[in-house]
């Protein structure tokens, strides 16, 4: 999607389609009051009807609408005005773009800003709606041959304003940055176990470094890990035929001397469970068990598109969990490259293993902020569900930094308790540490055990099972939580 700004009146603009909102209880905004008059009042006439509905992301779309030059005019409804806030305004913003992209219009003009949240700038209503259109304006299409009748992505979206500024321009550039980014992630997700592959990671990463500016790649093999001692992430990997990776994307947008922000991100490509076999049903959802990986490599593309003043490493931690011969077994001890051992209890904890090396590794930038991101614990869906990441992090500053950011670009996380006390839940006689902590706060032993590799880093771990796609739906990835990820950088910019 390619987003253009534009200063026409909204009423006299030629376009696709025409998108503007209504609330359910308030008087027409400027812009569908003018829209009205240019149609001779019907527009208000149609929502007394009734035919317009105006309850929160209801959508209507009215063809050849007389009096404009627009081919069509989408209504989105906002629901009551006192009970709007950012992320229903989103949600409204969504449903106009899922209409356009299923009706396959292929270009549209919003002024859904012009009727946003009124606490907020202009600049964060557009930035807003862009992001939400560019969201609902997704279509696999890798492994499927198209039908006349699927949904298409808008080529064009024009965003109408009634002044021109670079502050605008800024707004529409980060917002198709990030589109940018999460589409990236999301297509990640989304393609099969078969072809994403820890080296097929690697690839993309080395596309997207070759792509932009200041950007550079490398990948560490099986030999350069054994090499490291990275034996928890080897341990891992035994049991595939596909050989894992370490990846490392750098972006350098400011001194060189100036302290990196460090991702990390969970890349299993496929999750069977190892030994400790996962049941046969919905194993398939398992290939989405990289999107921590997705969402990082997709937060450094949209770092990379906005050339932020920042310095910015991606570490994927990319392996497959297989059963095997070769395969690591519970009960095997193993040092992990910090040197601490894991009595490996459960093989299908197996992110853990892979995080825990990956975070070791990430010491040598000396990272400003060292931040995980994982579909670490089936245990996250179950206190969370799907609209919240789960964060854990033993420093209140940065916590707030990112909860700051997942409530402004509205890619949301909620804060868990990773205290000391759930720490002796790891405890073993035969190794440092054991891999699982039992059935209580499964999401937070995860937690534990990643802070014991992070002792002395400003560090945060964000626990994305629930969030990064919705269990059992075909709904497929979502790109989260790469908008919270790039508002974080971006906030640190300033
Ligand atoms: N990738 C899974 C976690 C997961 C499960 C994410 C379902 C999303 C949906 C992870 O590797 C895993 O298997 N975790 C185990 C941990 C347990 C063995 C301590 C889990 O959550 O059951
Ligand atoms: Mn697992
Ligand atoms: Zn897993």
Redesign the pocket.
């Known amino acids: 999607m390619q987003t253009i700004i534009n200063t026409n009146n909204a009423h006299e603009t030629e376009t696709t389609c025409l998108i503007a909102s209504v609330y359910a209880d308030q008087k027409l905004d400027d812009t569908a009051a003018n829209i009205d008059a240019a149609m001779g009042g019907s527009l208000q006439k149609m929502i007394t009807t009734g035919d317009i509905r105006t309850s929160l992301g209801k959508t209507t779309l009215i063809h050849q609408p007389h009096g404009l030059k627009a081919e069509r005019l989408l209504i989105v409804g906002l629901g009551k005005a006192d009970e709007m806030d950012a992320a229903k305004f989103n949600q409204a913003c969504h449903a106009a773009g899922k209409v356009i992209c299923e009706q396959a219009l292929g270009s549209a003009s919003s002024c859904l800003h012009h009727n946003g949240i009124s606490t907020q700038s202009i600049e964060w209503n557009v930035r807003q709606s862009v992001i939400a259109i560019g969201h609902a304006n997704y279509v696999y299409t890798a492994t499927k041959k198209p039908k006349p009748e699927d949904p298409k992505v808008i080529g064009t979206l024009e965003v109408l304003v009634t002044a021109q500024s670079n502050e605008i321009k800024r707004a529409v550039a980060h917002a198709q940055a990030i589109v940018t980014g999460y589409t990236r992630a999301r297509e990640l997700g989304n393609l099969p176990p078969n072809i994403c592959t820890p080296v097929y990671l690697a690839k993309q990463g080395q596309e997207i470094a070759d792509k932009y500016a200041n950007c550079s790649y490398e990948a560490l093999n099986t030999e350069q890990m054994q090499a490291l001692g990275m034996n928890a992430l080897l341990g891992v990997a035994r049991g595939s035929r596909n050989p894992p990776r370490l990846i490392i994307l750098r972006y350098m947008g400011a001194d060189k001397d100036q302290p990196p922000v460090v991702l990390v991100g969970k890349g299993?490509t496929f999750?069977t469970?190892g030994i400790s076999l996962k049941p046969g049903a919905n194993m398939d959802?398992?290939k989405y068990?990289m999107c921590g990986a997705a969402g990082v490599i997709g937060t450094f593309e949209a770092c990379a598109e906005m050339q932020l003043a920042i310095n910015l490493v991606v570490l994927v931690a990319a392996a497959e969990n297989m059963p095997d011969g070769d395969a690591y077994r519970p009960g095997d001890v193993i040092e992990s490259m910090d040197g601490q051992t894991i009595e490996v209890l459960?093989t299908?904890?197996?992110?853990r293993m892979v995080l825990c090396d990956a975070l070791t590794y990430a010491k040598r930038f000396e990272p400003a902020a060292l931040i995980d991101i994982a579909?670490?614990?089936?245990?996250c869906?179950i206190a969370l569900g799907h609209h919240a990441s789960g964060l854990m992090s033993k420093s209140d500053e940065l916590a707030d930094e990112l909860l700051d950011a997942g409530q402004e670009i509205i890619d949301r996380a909620w804060r868990m308790p990773i205290w000391d006390e759930y720490q002796s839940q790891l405890d073993t006689p035969f190794a440092d540490m054991q891999n699982?902590g039992g059935m209580p706060a499964?999401s937070l032993t995860a937690g534990c055990f990643l802070s014991r590799f992070t002792k002395d880093q400003n560090w945060a771990h964000l626990d994305i099972?629930g969030s990064a796609w919705k269990?059992g739906t075909q709904e497929g990835a979502t790109g989260r939580p790469v908008a919270l990820l790039s508002q974080f950088l971006i906030n640190r910019c300033k």
Request: glycine share 20%; net charge negative.
């Open positions: 299993i999750d469970g959802q398992m068990d459960n299908d904890a197996e992110g579909t670490l614990t089936g245990a869906v699982i499964g099972a269990w």
